[in-house]
C-alpha cells in the first residue's frame, strides 16, 4: 500500500516483498472493508467491478475490527452485523489485492482506501501507533518512529487527517 505522498520505497517494495497489499491466502475475510465513499473514489479512477469483492460479515472480521477500534465496538457491531456482507478489494488465489501492479498500486494515491493510505500507522485510544511488517521496506529500512514516517512521505498530519476521514467514511467515532 502506497500512503500520502508517492514514496519511491513502496515501489522498491513492490519489486521485492509484494507489499502490504499481498495477504497469506485463506486470511481474505480480515482484509479491511471499503465504504461506499471510498468505493465510489476508486472506480471514478478506473477500478471496475471485477476489482472488488462482496464478502460476508464473519464473526472473525468482526472480531478484529473491534480490536482495530476498541472504543466503539458497539458501532462496529451495528455496522457490519454477522451474516451481513461487505465491500472489500478482490484478491487473487496468491493473496494480492486485485489492484496491485508490478510498481504497487495502480490506482492514483488520492482514490486508494483510507486504510491503505493510512497503513503501517493507525491510531487506539487517541495515541498514534504503527503496525509492525516483516516485509515492509520502509520498515527495513528506517529505523521507525519518525524515521518510518518520512520515508513513507507521510506526517503526523497527514495520518491523522486519514484517520478522521477513514472514520468519517464509516460514520464511527474518531478516537484522535
Ligand atoms: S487498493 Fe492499492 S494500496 Fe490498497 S491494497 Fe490494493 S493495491 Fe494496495
Ligand atoms: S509494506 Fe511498507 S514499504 Fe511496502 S508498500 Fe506497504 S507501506 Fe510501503
Not at 9 to 32: D, K, N
Amino acid at each position: 500500500m502506497q500512503t500520502e505522498a508517492e514514496s519511491d520505497v513502496c515501489a522498491r517494495c513492490a519489486a521485492v516483498s509484494g507489499t502490504c497489499c499481498t495477504l497469506e491466502p485463506g486470511s481474505e475475510e480480515y482484509c479491511f472493508p471499503v465504504s461506499a465513499s471510498e468505493r465510489a473514489a476508486m472506480e471514478l479512477a478506473g477500478a471496475k467491478a471485477r476489482h472488488f469483492y462482496r464478502q460476508a460479515n464473519t464473526s472473525a472480521f468482526v472480531d478484529n475490527l473491534c480490536r482495530l477500534f476498541p472504543d466503539t465496538p458497539e458501532a462496529v457491531h451495528a455496522l457490519f452485523p454477522v451474516g451481513g456482507f461487505h465491500d472489500r478489494v478482490a484478491i487473487t488465489p496468491e493473496g494480492a489485492c486485485a489492484l496491485l501492479g508490478s510498481q504497487g498500486c495502480t490506482l492514483p494515491r488520492q482514490a486508494r482506501p483510507l486504510y491503505c493510505r493510512i497503513y503501517p500507522f493507525w491510531f487506539k485510544a487517541g495515541r498514534q501507533l504503527y503496525f509492525e511488517f516483516h516485509r515492509c521496506q520502509a520498515q527495513l529500512e528506517a529505523g521507525g518512529g519518525a524515521g518510518l514516517m518520512r520515508r513513507l512521505g507521510m506526517t503526523n498530519e497527514g495520518v491523522r487527517h486519514t484517520y478522521q476521514e477513514l472514520c468519517r467514511a464509516w460514520n464511527l467515532p474518531e478516537s484522535t
